[in-house]
């Protein structure tokens, strides 16, 4: 049975140019990037070809730390808050990914002071309550690009006006937005995956401004700029940074075409509610509820498409949402939603028929 995948938030299918230019490092050259030979300077070259390609899409004045991971990246990065004297606060926001939230929480265990900036109900971040929570104890603020779960997107250029005038660094999970919408330019640290831009998994990385002092977290060879330890895959690193290239190249077509399939979606599925911000949103991603629904259930009654439950949402880890529980969901609505996630190689076609299957099982249900 094929499959509609629309789960486009969770991974993305990699790119046809990701693996023509991953091929020749698994075919040909497989040698380290850091051995001084031929087939060694080879490989280091092509990941440094990958690496200009990914700063290409960063602000300038800083570095690209690939990782195996955007969950390692915000490791690395969140790191930079014990290398601030004096400051031992972390404020993020409560909507967070886990990959920040949880790494915030575990701080909060390490004598630092965790603090969560509330959201409110359309899932953006309080502006008026910023001045209160940053202060001269502030160590670094996270502020999430486009958040995972319900697409919304935050302001982040103005956190980070405020984190900066309280003299914090400012972390940007920008994972859902890296070769979508623009960048924030004056965060101090940015992490990005490439298994969300239709590149491979297994390969993420930390853009880190010039002056800022990441202490290592994986210690041993130092092979990636003494910061990040362990043998570097050119592969990953080439099909990471031709996604970007496609990325960048495609931009504004990509951004369309998940537009046209969202607005598609909204007029299909008139009958549910849209859960966080309808102005303030990535397009591609379309997280609904339809109060009574056991989305469970749906989701075995639905085999043809992939998607997710909206109360599944939280990195996969099968907790329920806390960011719909942050927006003020009851649980029993958390339950009743389900995510979509469009992307550039989705039909409107495949959209229609996935709507049709799934509007189908929810009024079986419900009826
Ligand atoms: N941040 C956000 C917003 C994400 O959506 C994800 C992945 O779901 C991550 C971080 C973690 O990325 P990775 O899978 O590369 O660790």
């Known amino acids: 049975m094929s499959v509609i995948y629309l789960d486009n938030q969770a991974t993305t299918p990699l790119a046809p140019e990701a693996l023509e230019a991953m091929l020749p490092w698994l075919k040909n050259n497989f040698g380290n990037p ?18 200009d390609q990914v700063a290409a899409l960063l602000p300038p004045g800083g570095r690209v730390i690939f990782t195996g991971s955007a ?62 929570c940053f202060g001269p104890k502030t160590a670094l603020v996270g502020a999430m690009l486009v958040n995972n779960e319900i697409g919304v997107i935050q302001p982040v250029e103005q956190i980070t006006e405020r984190a900066h005038r309280a003299g914090a660094l400012m972390l940007c999970d920008a994972v859902q937005g890296f070769g979508r919408i623009d960048i924030p330019q004056q965060a101090d640290l940015i992490a990005l995956s490439g298994h969300k831009i239709y590149g491979p998994k297994g390969i993420g990385a930390l853009w880190v401004r010039n002056g800022i002092d990441i202490p290592p977290l994986i210690h041993g060879g130092g ?89 599944a949402c939280a990195s996969g880890s099968g907790r329920p949402s806390h960011v719909l529980a942050a927006l003020g969901l009851e649980p029993a609505q958390i339950k009743s939603s389900i995510r979509l996630g469009f992307g550039r190689y989705n039909t409107i076609e495949e959209v229609e028929r996935a709507a049709h299957l799934i509007n189908e099982a929810a009024g079986e249900q419900l009826s």
């Open 71 to 132: 969950t390692e990246a915000i490791n690395l990065a969140m790191g930079a808050a014990r290398n601030r004297q004096g400051r031992d606060q972390i404020a993020i926001i409560d909507t967070e990914h886990a990959a920040v939230r949880d790494t915030a929480l575990w701080y909060g265990t390490q004598g630092f002071d965790t603090k969560l900036l509330p959201v409110d109900p359309q899932g953006l971040v309080k502006m008026e309550d910023l001045e209160a």
């Open 223 to 311: 092979q990636e700029q003494g910061i990040r330890s362990g043998t570097l895959s050119p592969a990953l690193s080439a099909g990471l940074g031709a996604a970007a290239t496609i990325c960048a190249k495609r931009r504004e077509e990509d951004m369309h075409h998940v537009a046209n399939l969202a607005e598609t979606a909204h007029g299909l599925f008139g009958a549910w509610t849209v859960n966080g911000s309808l102005n303030h949103r990535y397009p591609g991603n379309l997280n609904i509820r339809r109060d009574g629904l056991d989305v469970g259930r749906l989701m075995s009654d639905v085999r043809g498409v992939a998607f997710s439950a909206g109360s």
């Open 34 to 51: 850091h051995s001084s030979h031929v087939m060694g300077r080879q490989a280091a070259a092509a990941v440094e070809v990958a690496r």
